[in-house]
């Protein structure tokens, strides 16, 4: 058995027949169909129009609230030649905001800057500082973009000093609006805007067309990674920015993004909605986390190609320089989880000089690894005060959850599933415990588990290149337009392997039904080691064409597995290997008292062992642990039946480690056995006890082999041992020395030895799958 790390939620399938009817009508497979109509589009018509965005997308940007006051006083500003400041925000679709605003007055010619607030100094949104600043400068006009609809103080004190402030934003709009001279918000209550999922480019896009009077094709490059970046809703207008931002992006001109293009590996050519969130955005972010983001912002308007070369390897270093606080700050979150108590529901830690601007990715890989809620706080010492971010599932409404802990803050704002606050340092622990007791009840005490949504179940046979290509038209993918997750299930994972520098990464063939698909799991390397040979497995992820040396192949990028049969994995060896020391959830069964001895202290915390010296006490091996480890190998076969009997549902290691070696030692030949009692017959009392060895070498024996002849001989009645001395006996009685039980127990043990360290692996698994369902 594998147990899946998310839960699997298989979304409302449509009816076969709609599928089967709008296939044939498409000329497209039913897999492509049902994922049409699992997005509501069930004509080709609105199949057509979904696959093939064009500028019939563009809402009329004056149907936003205040477009026309707005832009009104921008060009009196322009046309009086006031100076106009925009006033960003650090993060990625903060400065393409600033950028497309910056960009479009310039080429209309205004007098123009811009201020990206600092993350550290002045937080998030309008500051009344930062504000007074700007205006004692000589700025005479803010424009606000990806910020300022909660931004009443400093908005307020700007119109005290004579400066009209023009907010655009598209963030959550609060009870009361700020006394701006214009609010453009998709979303403002008096406002008719047909979309508004509008990311902060995406509002700034449509500023700059009402500037302009046409669309600015040339900024939807930027507005494009706004829209990416930010995390908003991939459909309606958002699609169309997106989809021809992307083309834009391929063949952009903008000096500033090839050259981080080039710093980021990526190829133009083949960029797409991945480049954006995984490479473009992330450095963009990075420099707003580290520090000041206005480097970004002047990146993206340089047209000084040795300013551009600079600038992005600035960006790239701060990229880098992020990942490495992640990577240390998310060793020590580990480490520490590791110490608390496995009943704990939502992780909230505070430390100091833990980077304030990293702990909200820190906290999504916790999430990610746990699947609990978390909360990360980086300490300050001089104020007393903790401050971060945190990160939850789906089941578990973290705003709610910490808002019932307000009292406890000194700052907090977020949503469903992400949060950021402030509080004193002592009020940390008693959050904890109450989100903890929060979390106990509405969730029944049982785990939470990050839910994972499957779209459609699939067989291996139905992927090909041509399936793929055609799913992909369904692109690019992201929020409200999710790349398509398929379940294949019960296929064999043929010659599974961790890859990847540190063997994170598992790397298999799928195969059933006589087809095979390739598959790659990143960060999934941990379960080759409980996999067997051709285990029958089910995965989730998502299908791709794996390009690599000219060639192109179907894979599928596996996100979660799970095995409903249990797992046989082979473990045996001359060595016990030191890695089944690291199993958290199993039975260690041993069958040799002194090897268990000095062994049981490696068993780790939340595993068990057990001793097993007879079927009696096989059978009480009952467990509800997942995994049985057979650490060495017993003297006969039944000890293994009666472990197995009834624990049908659990994995098994299979070490057998066996110091004897009977199967190769085999048994004694009659000449062996006339020698040693030539010897004997000829000597009298015999030092076993303290010179069997030289007795052995002499007899040219080794150690086991002569013990074994004496206990044969000893049981036989042919000599005496008193106190370890040893004699013969004078006339015994004729005995069959194949009879005794020493001899007999030696061909059980070779029996043993040869089943269980000696067939093939595939053979021991079927034997102990065999067992495991057979009574004793």
């Known amino acids: 058995m594998i147990k899946s790390h998310k839960k699997w939620t298989k979304l409302g399938q449509p009816d076969s027949k709609e599928v089967a009817a709008l296939s044939k009508a498409t000329g497209s497979s039913e897999l492509f169909s049902a994922l049409c109509l699992q997005r509501g589009l069930d004509t080709e018509e609105q199949i057509r129009h979904f696959l093939q965005p064009d500028e019939t997308w563009f809402h009329d940007p004056y149907l936003l609230h205040d477009m026309d006051k707005g832009i009104e006083r921008i060009t009196e500003a322009i046309t009086n030649g006031e100076k106009i400041t925009i006033y960003g925000d650090y993060d990625a679709d903060g400065v393409t905001s600033a950028s497309i605003l910056v960009e479009s007055l310039e080429t209309i010619g205004s007098d123009v800057d811009y201020y990206i607030p600092n993350r550290f100094v002045e937080g998030y949104g309008p500051n009344t500082e930062a504000f007074e600043k700007i205006i004692s400068a000589g700025t005479n006009l803010i424009v606000t973009c990806d910020n300022g609809v909660a931004g009443h103080d400093a908005v307020q004190r700007a119109k005290e000093l004579g400066v009209d402030v023009i907010v655009t934003d598209h963030h959550e709009i609060p009870e009361s609006l700020p006394t701006a001279y214009a609010v453009i918000h998709p979303r403002h209550p008096k406002g008719a805007y047909p979309f508004g999922d509008l990311s902060g480019a995406g509002v700034a896009f449509k500023v700059a067309t009402a500037l302009l009077g046409e669309i600015p094709w040339e900024m939807l490059d930027l507005a494009a990674i706004g829209t990416v970046a930010d995390l908003v809703s991939l459909m309606d207008e958002n699609r169309a920015i997106v989809k021809l931002g992307l083309m834009a992006l391929r063949t952009t001109q903008r000096i500033g993004l090839i050259e981080l293009y080039k710093k980021a590996g990526i190829q133009a050519s083949e960029l797409d909605e991945t480049s954006i969130g995984f490479a473009i955005g992330p450095r963009l972010n990075a420099i707003g986390r580290m520090g000041d983001a206005s480097p970004a912002v002047r990146l993206m308007l340089s047209i000084d190609p040795d300013e551009s070369a600079q600038l992005a390897g600035l960006l790239n270093d701060k990229n880098e320089e992020r990942k490495q606080l992640v990577s240390t700050i998310a060793e020590e979150v580990f480490a520490e989880i590791s110490r608390t108590s496995d009943d704990t529901y939502v992780h909230v830690l505070a430390k100091e000089g833990w980077h304030e601007g990293v702990l909200g990715i820190v906290a999504s890989r916790v999430v990610n690894k746990t699947g609990k809620p978390t909360i990360l706080l980086s300490v300050n010492p001089e104020t007393g005060i903790a401050k971060g971010s945190g990160r939850s599932v789906e089941s578990f409404h973290l705003y709610e959850a910490v808002d019932r802990s307000r009292e406890l803050t000194t700052a907090f704002g977020g949503h469903h599933m992400a949060a950021g606050l402030s509080m004193p340092v002592e009020n940390v622990s008693q959050l904890r415990e109450e989100l903890n007791i929060y979390a106990e009840k509405i969730n029944g005490g049982e785990p939470f588990q990050e839910e994972l949504a499957v779209h459609v179940e699939c067989e291996v046979k139905d992927v090909s290149i041509q399936s793929l290509e055609e799913l992909s038209q369904l692109a690019p993918f992201g929020t409200g337009n999710p790349a398509p997750v398929f379940l294949v299930r019960d296929a064999q994972a043929v010659q599974a392997r961790k890859i990847g520098a540190d063997s994170t990464h598992l790397k298999c063939t799928l195969e059933k039904e006589q087809s095979a698909l390739d598959g790659i799991g990143f960060g999934l390397g941990k379960y080759v080691d409980e996999l067997g040979p051709n285990a029958t497995i089910s995965v989730v992820g998502e299908l791709e064409i794996n390009e690599w040396n000219g060639n192109r192949k179907p894979q599928m990028r596996i996100v979660d597995l799970r095995s409903d049969v249990p797992q046989f994995i082979d473990k045996r060896g001359k060595q016990l290997p ?45 467990t509800t642990k997942s995994t049985i480890v057979f650490i060495d190998c017993p003297d006969n076969l039944e000890l293994i039946k009666a472990v197995l009997n009834g624990n049908g549902t659990v994995n098994v290691y299979a070490c057998f480690h066996s110091n004897e070696e009977a199967f190769t030692k085999g048994i004694p030949n009659r000449k062996m056995f006339a020698e040693v009692y030539k010897y004997i017959a000829t000597h009298q009392d015999i030092d076993v006890k303290n010179k069997a060895d030289l007795l052995a070498k002499h007899l040219k024996l080794d150690r086991s082999t002569l013990d074994f002849i004496l206990l044969v001989f000893f049981e036989a009645g042919f000599v005496t041992i008193d106190n370890g001395v040893l004699n013969k006996v004078d006339n015994p009685d004729k005995s069959d020395l194949t009879q005794t039980n020493t001899y007999r127990q030696r061909l059980k043990r070779m029996q043993t030895e040869e089943t269980l360290l000696y067939s093939s692996f595939n053979e021991l698994a079927e034997m102990l799958n065999q067992w495991m369902m057979v009574a004793v």
């Open 578 to 622: 030191a890695d089944i020391w690291g199993l958290s959830d199993a039975l260690y069964v041993f069958f040799n008292e002194r090897l268990l001895k000095s062994s049981a202290n490696k068993v780790p915390n939340g595993s068990e062992y057990a001793y097993v010296d007879s079927v009696e006490t096989g059978m009480k091996c009952q």
